[in-house]
């Protein structure tokens, strides 16, 4: 019971627990003889160093810990570390009932009885400088002893043994203590030395042996002193030793102040951090102080990691300490899932020491500094962006992370516009922000245009981009997949409404005569309209003449609000994709003519004269499916397609059809005299 009730107010659900513990209270019973010195130097008079000490011993099992710190009274042992009905825990447990503050829960009661978790008996030797030294033995058992100890002095502080359980002996071994002290108390400020075996080879010569043995037998034989000098054997012997070893060598970067630390000294610290063979690519150092206090080093490596979308990994790499001591490195609360690229340590001066998960969910201190953190993380983005070279690699690498912050991070969506790139129908290799498109617009262009799609060769020479380029607007070119997401989020930058060339609502400026021509293009074309409209029945919500193709016949654009052609593709490559989704979420298709197309203009003059020629059919459902492609959609029924293709083919090339027979979906293109074919050819 005591084990479980334990482990539900520790951040870690395991045995190693007890020393993370048991460092936190002997470094608080330092920090007080410490303070206590300030006042009055005598207090250290008894024993002047800070230490920890650490000595297993495999011969009886135990594992003792001592430090130099303010030692207990025999009271102090009496009400501290009482059965669990007197102990800290108990208490604990009765005052958060009651509405306490968590941050007791660093009171020396709770965090001893961890020993319990590995130990079947636990002896604590104490001295305090205002009382004798005792002993404190107990077995958990319900019971327990304290007698005045007469054996070594300790001079001040505290001594634990813990007596091993058989299946806990792990903790005895050299290895793992240090990796232990390593990962929980690595950043104390006090020394952690611990006591190791050390075991030398030592080679030492026979002679004497030789000379005993010659002396038993009674001769004496000439030898040759070189050849003796030659043969003479050495023999190996292994000399066990022990010595302290100091553990907590690294030392907390953190609390030096930036302009005195070196870029080898941060490159340093950021590989022993992350185990990472390359430097980092930018560090940012700072400290916050006023309502709350916290230090923090953040890095960005140099390229993103293999796996760094996999959710199977930890959602971060900050590691979380509180006053040097390690807390934890996959909390959740701690930076946003976009950052999870950023490497670094958070040191808080204000969140208890043993805190929870649970308890650090709900902890509004750590949702200040994780506020920090953010804008801190958006500010070393910014200033990697001023080295062209530096930013080019960080782009390559965490483009992504960038976008996935626009579409879940609301709050600094604006300040992350700021730093992304794309290829531009006016940048050629380079990549703009959206900051040089703005500078570079014309006047009186009053929105950015954007086009997205599969790759930057798919959509360059796009037909929704002919009239955008034909009157010098520049075009952005979105073809990363999470750019659809990012730009459905941003909608604006600087006033400026994003508009997609491939979506309903694109509004360019024409002049008074452009206009009217357009409508009276309108008006000539409204029965090929609705002819194409009678053909493609459902495939299209409405056929209407263009004002956005130059060049190229027809083009299907896609609503305003519903998904382009590119989130179409990206949502049918979902391998766990809901199909309900794509019901009302699939683009409702508008067709656009190019009324100055000759192919149109010959389709309308076939149109006008035989509503029911088969070829218009034939050609206007060709049209339509080579529209599918060219706009970014993907077909249905290729083979259809291909099939179209062949006749149109077999009759460029003159070749009889007759023998193939046509159904009704795809009727035949039909050779009717040698006008038609004429027409054909000029059409093809």
């Not at 029924?637 to 003159?654: A, E, Q, V, Y």
């Amino acid at each position: 019971m005591l084990v479980l009730i334990l482990l539900e107010f520790v951040p870690f659900r395991c045995t190693e627990v007890f020393l993370l513990m048991y460092g936190v209270l002997f470094m608080q019973a330092l920090d007080k003889i410490r303070f206590e010195s300030l006042t009055d130097k005598s207090k250290l008079e008894s024993q002047p160093e800070f230490f920890i000490h650490i000595i297993p011993d495999k011969t009886n099992n135990t594992l003792t810990i001592i430090d130099s710190g303010i030692g207990m009274t025999k009271a102090d042992l009496v009400n501290n570390l009482g059965t669990i009905a007197r102990s800290g825990t108990k208490e604990f447990m009765e005052a958060l009932a009651a509405g306490a503050d968590v941050s007791m829960i660093g009171q020396f009661g709770v965090g001893f009885y961890s020993a319990y978790l590995v130990a079947e008996k636990v002896i604590v030797t104490t001295k305090h400088n205002d009382d004798e030294q005792y002993i404190w033995e107990s077995q958990a058992g319900g019971s327990f002893t304290v007698t005045r100890d007469s054996g070594e002095p300790l001079g001040r502080g505290t001594k634990i043994c813990l007596h091993l359980k058989e299946d806990q002996l792990e903790y005895l071994e050299e290895r793992r203590l240090k990796d232990l002290i390593k990962k929980h108390s690595e950043f104390i400020s006090y020394p952690i030395s611990l006591w190791i075996e050390k075991t030398t080879e030592k080679e030492i010569s026979d002679d004497e042996d030789e000379e005993e043995k010659k002396e038993e037998e009674g001769k004496v034989e000439e030898v040759d002193e070189e050849k003796e000098k030659e043969e003479k054997k050495k023999k190996k012997i292994q000399e066990i030793s022990h010595e302290w070893s100091l553990v907590n060598k690294q030392k907390p970067i953190w609390m030096r102040k930036p302009e005195e630390i070196n870029k080898e000294e941060y490159s340093a610290f950021y590989k022993s951090l992350t185990n990472d063979w390359e430097e980092h690519l930018s560090v940012k150092h700072f400290s916050v102080e006023g309502q709350l206090e916290f230090k923090a080093i953040l890095f960005v490596p140099k390229r993103a990691p293999f796996d760094l979308f996999d959710t199977r990994k930890k959602p971060n790499n900050i590691k979380l300490y509180v006053r040097r001591v390690f807390i934890m490195d996959n909390c959740e609360e701690l930076i946003p899932e976009y950052l999870g690229f950023v490497k670094g340590i958070v040191d808080s001066e204000d969140l208890p020491l043993n805190i929870s998960r649970e308890m650090l969910q709900q902890n509004k201190i750590l949702k200040v500094i994780r506020k920090n953190l953010v804008k801190k993380c958006i500010e070393m983005f910014t200033e990697i962006s001023e080295n062209k070279e530096d930013y080019n690699k960080f782009y390559e690498s965490f483009s992504k992370n960038l976008k996935l912050g626009i579409h879940e991070d609301s709050q600094n969506k604006t300040k992350l516009a700021d730093l992304l790139r794309y290829h531009s129908t006016k940048s050629g290799d380079e990549m703009t922000s959206l900051k040089d498109y703005v500078t570079r617009m014309k006047e009186g262009q009053q929105d950015i245009y954007y086009i997205t799609g599969e790759s930057k060769k798919a959509v360059e020479n796009s037909p929704f981009l002919e009239k955008l380029k034909k009157k010098g607007y520049e075009v952005l070119f979105m073809v990363d997949a999470i750019d659809e997401y990012a730009v459905g989020q941003l909608k604006e930058y600087e006033g400026k409404k994003l508009v997609s060339a491939t979506k309903e609502g694109l509004k360019l400026d024409e002049t008074e005569d452009e206009a009217k021509k357009k409508e009276e293009l309108k008006e000539k074309f409204e029965g090929l309209c609705k002819v194409v409209k009678d053909v493609l029945g459902d495939r299209v919500e409405k056929v209407v003449v263009s004002d956005r193709v130059v060049d190229s016949p027809c083009c299907l654009v896609t609503g305003e609000y519903g998904w382009t052609a590119n989130m179409e593709r990206i949502m049918k490559a979902q391998a766990l994709r809901d199909n309900s989704m794509a019901g009302y979420m699939s683009s409702k298709k508008t067709m656009e003519i190019n009324p100055e197309n000759p192919i149109m203009e010959e389709l309308r003059k076939r149109a006008d004269a035989d509503k029911n020629d088969k070829s218009v059919k034939d050609l206007v459902l060709l049209l339509f499916e080579t529209a599918l492609l060219t706009s970014g959609f993907s077909l249905d029924d290729p083979n259809t397609f291909g099939n179209r293709i062949h006749r149109m083919l077999k009759l460029g090339l003159s070749i009889d059809d007759d023998a193939v027979e046509g159904d009704a979906d795809m009727p035949p293109l039909e050779d009717v005299d040698a006008e038609a074919e004429s027409k054909m050819e000029e059409v093809d």
